[in-house]
């Protein structure tokens, strides 16, 4: 089944994004310019991400003297997807922006992601330093800063890891210093010295644009010279690799920021992961040594800053692990259409006189397509659905703008956290249907399966995710989040209830959101977060399953209405009906395993001493 | 932990592998001579095969000319393991043996596995294929070509796979023609000339040996020149890469098989994989085309005397699997004790001026250590138990080897695919544990990941594994193989119902094992293999949860009864107890949502329509 004819299914179909074209931000906009930005993206994609996916991860980005260097077809592929305009996709008319809706934009990238993960990540990350710049910088900072990188101009990068913080973000110890007595009067904004190094900075140098802008967090210490412990200290600069003019042209200096080193990968290979060194001297900027950084908005609220669009970040990565996956199963299900080997075992046993059969007719390929179908297409919905809940938080009615952000509270951990987990394991189903095949880097997969493994790890761990949902999200507002997520579930097994054919998922997903609310409730039942979260891996597993069986049963709901009514492609809506039964058989049961865990409060693991080990 | 002590407490302290010094064959052994060799093991493991295991990933082989090449290094580690009589080490003394215990002789590869599973494949082959030699060749083709693998002057390969036939064996297509009119006169034994294309041949081709045995599976044509269709027109022959006289020196020749080419890996790099050519005439042996080669043993029973090894054979993949989960394991450890970052969460918070603490104090990472503790100590106890009942097989009384061999019907498909699926997995959690640290080359974990992922694939993958599981060992002899595990795990529940602190465990496995032997039954219920084989992969899960529970409560009561009579260290008894309930907690029950499938005989996949994917 072609991607784009279940991307158009899921955007008009399930998710009806048209409705958003009576929204006065999306006005000039018709499923026609909707399409459009569709069809550019998928060609765009095909013709210039795709051919570079492979000789990136073969010919890694190395480090000419000062600068990363990169095989051929970057610049060009990279040129075209500025040229389409999406850096700007969905941002303001002024800013250089095409007003599309949030959920188009998504939908728009995941076929660069599918095409080649590593490249994506460059306008992933320019974009969203330009958003974070467009809402918390002067107007100048926007102009100067920001236009750029949503044109191409400039590349952009988010600098907050060091090598003795990573999850713990707290812990970062960059030190920014007041540049000069007239620190204040720069019209580029407070002007500081920063040091420091941080790490895994993605696209931190690269030849790609003609200057690369750092979103840096550092913190300003006191006049005693010690530095706030804590997120309070931190503070948010930007420091471009290149000083500018006021006017926004280059000055021709260099800033004082020197790649130290880029870190080698399992996958993500051709995206260049560095090193960053910020005021050591090795350039001193205007005769000094110290990274010149402009603050953004006040000091001390910078994490708070970075992580104004935490959410899209979470979601971009979700997706981009879902397309990963989806270019997994693709590529096996071509394969075992093609692939002759063995025959089917009849009543008498094998006849080995017959010609062999496609392995696809073997009832465990099926199972690892459908299961690589479920996860896939489930992950999409998802994160569509979380992207058209963005939409509505920012031009819906009061009402339903902070219903919708209060809903993504819940579902952004998942969205982020279950695509890098379970289009993971598609990839490893993928390799396993291609056998000795897949093994090999003649074939995509093993690559897909490389390039995945980062997404448990970056933009916060699954184990942070699976603490951020069971120790914030479920309990703030005194559970709101999961009441309201409890509620939308409920309407579509209500819906579902009408329709016959799905009373096993109805009995299901029911009891799945009973089990769901009485593991949280149970979980924290003695208020100790110990006792609670020494398990909220477990419980993310647990209340993804249930999220995507909710999504896998209102998905099909409407594969069911298409069929019926006739109006769609019989074998497009057959496809996503046995995927949705598949998920029912074969996946939702395992939550019982990880709620019986979250619900007792085992204890087991946060009692094992490490001298046991 | 140390590994040697745990695998110390498995060899004596669980199995007694002492005991078997009173058969007459181990007569000569002590338990000094079963620890030194395991001294010599580790040793040469740490000194030799460890220190090019990276390198040998990162220089892979390379074809120069018609000579597979590999990194310096290589050759000497063999030749430290050939000294040391590894090659030989249960062999018969008058092969040049040291006829040690199965048992002994798998825990001693361990190390190398451990230290380097792409070298260690080179023994491992070389002993395959002089065992197949032995068992099934002349007393002149054990001396021509056995006897010099035992030494290490020469290496084997196991020639069965062909580009049209990986699993399906029986649809290799290599002919086997009578070699001039005297071919069955030749004392090393009837004389063919095979030409066809070989695939996926482990160490085809390098010069760690002076010459190279093949072991090739091949078809003679009938007299009309057709192929006996199906296993049973195979037969086996030994080929030579440098053509031997019969006093076993070379000739000065090389024989007609040439090296089509390097299969370029996700893992296990430093392993040559090839395609190898027989008989097209690059190299024409006495002065024709063709590839000399000598029948072994009866035409047309050429697969049953490869797979004559075949238990030793899966079980080896199955412990290497383990040990490349061991190293994992013992890596994130060490980085997990010493990698400082987060704080814990106290009922007011993070305190976040107080240090960073060691990240195993997190009770996620110690779930992560926790759950790679049960998944590897578990399947190398499974592994070392089948390992015992192959000497069991060859040494014990009539009934205790029939007996014994009767079980390892059932167990080995478990012992190969559960390792190669859950220790996959421990790698993964490793990964995970160093967070963006994992992902580079820096650290082994990665390459321990990618090396592991061939498991699943190669010696019958894990769908084969699941198929010869469900579709004949549980059903043969009217499932006499499956009634015997089912007294066997019955033993050790009553003898852990006598341990009162077990009776979690006893009831857990006693619930399980009876819940097997139930979706055993109803997956046959219709008697058509269709129904009962459409889900055999998930079978083949819920079986090996359900062995390795038996294994880890088995275990359990040992390090039990080494901690009450205070005879052995008290943490690492402890440890083994954590991970023993560990795995009643958090593992068994995923066997649920497995069986429920297979009980019900859930046709969603096998009636799946490709069309619909």
Not at 420 to 446: H, K, M
Request: proline share 5%; glycine share 10%.
């Amino acid at each position: 089944m072609d991607y784009r004819k279940t991307l158009d299914f899921l955007l008009h179909d399930w998710l009806d994004v048209g409705s958003l074209q009576s929204r006065s931000r999306f006005a000039d906009h018709t499923r026609e310019t909707f399409s459009a930005v569709l069809d550019t993206c998928e060609k765009i994609a095909r013709d210039k991400f795709a051919p570079c996916n492979r000789l990136m991860d073969e010919q890694e980005p190395w480090l000419d003297g000062v600068t990363v260097r990169q095989p051929e077809g970057c610049a060009e592929a990279f040129e075209a997807y500025a040229h389409s305009g999406m850096l700007a996709a969905s941002d303001d008319y002024e800013v250089g922006g095409m007003q599309l809706p949030c959920t188009v934009e998504i939908a728009a990238n995941s076929f660069f992601s599918r095409a080649n993960v590593s490249l994506s990540s460059v306008p992933m990350l320019t974009s969203g330093n330009a958003r974070v710049l467009v809402a918390h910088g002067t107007p100048l900072q926007q102009q100067v800063f920001a236009i750029p990188q949503f044109s191409g101009k400039f590349g952009g990068t988010m600098c907050l890891s060091e090598p003795q913080a990573g999850s713990s973000l707290s812990d970062i110890a960059t030190r920014a210093t007041p540049d000069g007595t007239d620190y204040e009067h720069d019209p580029l904004g407070p002007r500081y010295r920063l040091r420091g190094n941080k790490m895994w900075i993605s696209n931190g140098d690269h030849e790609l644009t003609e200057n690369i802008v750092h979103l840096v967090l550092a913190k300003i210490p006191s006049p005693d010279g010690k530095l706030i412990s804590g997120p309070k200290g931190i503070s948010l600069f930007v420091v471009p690799k290149k000083l500018v003019h006021a006017n926004g042209e280059l000055t021709g200096e260099r800033n004082d920021v020197v790649v130290a080193g880029l870190n080698h990968k399992l996958g993500y290979r051709g995206a260049p992961n560095t090193l960053l060194n910020f005021g050591e001297g090795a350039f001193p900027a205007r005769g000094e040594s110290g990274a010149i950084g402009y603050l953004v908005g006040n000091p001390h609220e910078g994490l708070r800053y970075m992580f104004h669009l935490m959410n899209e970040a979470r979601l971009a990565v979700g997706v981009s692990s879902t397309m990963l996956g989806y270019a997994g199963f693709e590529s096996s299900l071509e394969y075992a259409k093609g692939r002759l080997q063995g025959r089917p075992v009849g009543p008498g046993g094998k006849d080995c006189s017959k010609p062999q059969v496609p392995i696809i007719q073997h009832a465990d390929i099926k199972r690892m397509l459908l299961a690589q179908k479920s996860y896939c297409e489930g992950a999409l919905a998802l994160g569509l659905y979380c992207a058209k809940l963005i939409d509505e938080q920012r031009t819906g009615t009061p009402e339903a703008s902070s219903e919708a952000a209060l809903l993504l509270e819940v579902l952004i951990p998942v969205a982020k956290a279950w695509p890098s987990e379970w289009c993971l394991e598609a990839n490893n189903l993928a390799i396993q249907i291609l056998g000795g095949y897949g093994y090999t880097r003649d074939f995509p997969v093993e690559q897909l399966w490389r390039d995945n493994r980062l997404n448990m790890i970056h933009e916060g761990t699954h184990g942070i995710q699976g603490l951020d949902l069971l120790g914030r999200k479920v309990v703030m507002q005194q559970g709101a989040g999961l009441a309201l997520l409890t509620r939308k579930i409920q309407e579509t097994i209500d819906r579902a209830k009408r329709a016959e054919k799905f009373a096993v998922e109805v009995g299901a997903l029911s009891n799945a959101l009973e089990r769901l609310n009485f593991a949280t409730r149970n979980a924290w039942a003695t208020g100790s977060p110990d006792d609670a979260l020494a398990n909220a891996t477990l419980y993310l597993q647990a209340f993804g399953h249930v999220v995507l069986a909710w999504t896998w049963l209102d998905v099909g709901l409407c594969a069911c209405f298409q069929l019926d009514t006739g109006r769609m492609e019989q074998d497009l809506c057959k496809g996503k009906l046995a995927a949705l039964e598949y998920f029912y058989r074969y996946e939702l049961p395992k939550i019982e395993a990880w709620l019986c865990v979250v619900e007792t409060r085992a204890a087991t693991c946060r009692l094992t001493e490490a001298e046991w080990l």
